[in-house]
């Protein structure tokens, strides 16, 4: 299949001309990637149980796991849900549109091929404004995960979507970089009470301002690797995600001890031929030796960590590193999401620094 590829020159208010073929394609089964304020979105008609299932065909994904539904209005979501609890009203009055997804018990109209066979749908409406011009003039709800081949770094501009996508999907809508960089947070409100299934840039202290109520992670978030036997709320989370190809090692402590520990374990890849990548911030970038070495940028602004992560991580895999060792980030806020994403691409595979023998040989 041949991709086509259409650049939106004026972001903030794309040419609706330009959006009429994708919007097209869309309606009519096919599948078009199209920038989101988090990452971008591989798109298909989610009410059409065929053209959800190319998605997982393109992607390479186990067909469990479910697709988010994107919307343009809230006049969009009634007819995709049976109800609209009190705690979801009230986050999306408050977070629509913008990164935050949430999941409702599903009506008739959602295929199961669209839920992977499950009884709720995830809905998000993205404040993008050329996705949001895009799901409007398809007039249908968008099914979209991130695209990017399933297990790989979720894709930030477009050239990351060719990488993974050219020759298997119909076209690409290149808005230039995302904002954000990492996927929105998603929330179950089907469920009694409120739960964090995926940390995003809608943070659990900006849901508890809302709603007025603590709204706890699941467990399968925070419990580390998933077991076989357990079955998180989001089936996306069993699975490998985020991977960079190169084996990638997070290293917790104090700020010296760190770089100490980096050094020290590079040198010993270094020293037996491995080709080594480093993941620092701007305030540690001069303290390693020349090399593969990447900043996410300053430490303090989490917003730019985030929007770089990705990009970092791929750019590892085009520079065919065979180990990263990378620093650790703050968990607060966005840092929640940050530490998720990058514990999962290390396999959590986390070391501290803290011991003795890291800090003695320098
Ligand atoms: O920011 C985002 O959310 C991006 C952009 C494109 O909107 N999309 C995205 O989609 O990250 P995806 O498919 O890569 O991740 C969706 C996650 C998966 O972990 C999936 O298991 C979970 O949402 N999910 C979808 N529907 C669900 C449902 N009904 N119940 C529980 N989890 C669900
Ligand atoms: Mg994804």
Redesign the pocket.
């Known amino acids: 299949m041949k991709t086509e590829r259409i650049i939106i020159e004026d972001k903030e208010q794309p040419e609706e001309e330009l959006l009429k073929k994708p919007a097209e394609i869309l309606r009519n089964g096919g599948l078009v990637a199209f920038p989101?304020?988090?990452?971008?979105?591989?798109?298909a008609n989610a009410l059409n149980e065929e053209a959800a299932g190319k998605i997982y065909a393109a992607k390479g994904?186990p067909s469990d796991?479910?697709?988010?539904a994107?919307i343009a209005d809230f006049d969009d979501l009634p007819p995709l849900v049976t109800v609209i609890p009190e705690a979801g009203r009230r986050l999306m009055e408050a977070f629509w549109p913008g990164?935050l997804?949430l999941?409702f018990p599903?009506s008739d109209l959602v295929p199961y091929g669209t839920?992977?066979g499950?009884?709720?749908?995830?809905v998000?409406m993205?404040a993008d404004p050329v996705?949001n011009a895009l799901i409007r003039l398809a007039g249908v709800p968008v099914a979209?995960?991130?695209?990017?081949t399933s297990g790989r770094p979720?894709p930030t501009t477009a050239d990351h979507v060719w990488q993974d996508m050219n020759g298997k999907i119909d076209m690409i809508v290149d808005g230039g970089a995302v904002g954000?960089g990492?996927?929105?947070t998603?929330i179950?409100v089907?469920g009694d009470e409120p739960v964090i299934?995926?940390p995003?840039a809608i943070t659990q202290e900006m849901a508890f301002s809302v709603l007025g109520q603590e709204v706890p992670l699941d467990p399968a978030i925070v419990s580390g690797p998933m077991k076989a036997d357990v079955r998180?709320?989001?089936?996306?989370?069993k699975?490998k995600?985020y991977a960079p190809k190169a084996d990638l090692t997070l290293v917790e402590g104090e700020t010296e001890n760190v770089i100490r520990t980096i050094k020290r374990l590079a040198e010993e890849k270094l020293s037996k031929g491995f080709r080594v990548g480093i993941i620092c911030t701007e305030e540690t970038k001069e303290r390693y030796p020349d090399g593969m070495v990447r900043s996410m940028g300053l430490r303090a602004r989490e917003e730019t960590i985030a929007h770089n992560l990705y990009g970092v991580l791929r750019e590892f895999d085009d520079l065919d590193a065979d180990f990263i060792f990378s620093e650790s980030f703050s968990r607060d806020h966005l840092g929640q999401a940050i530490m998720n994403r990058l514990t999962k691409a290390a396999g959590y595979h986390i070391l501290n620094a803290g011991c003795k023998e890291d800090c003695v040989h320098d």
């Open positions: 989101t304020e988090t990452v971008y979105g591989l798109g994904r796991n479910p697709l988010i994107h990164p997804t999941i599903k839920t992977g499950l009884d709720t749908v995830a998000r993205p996705a979209a995960p991130s695209a990017n979720s954000i990492v996927e929105s998603i179950d089907s299934l995926r995003g998180p709320k989001a089936p996306g989370m699975y995600h």
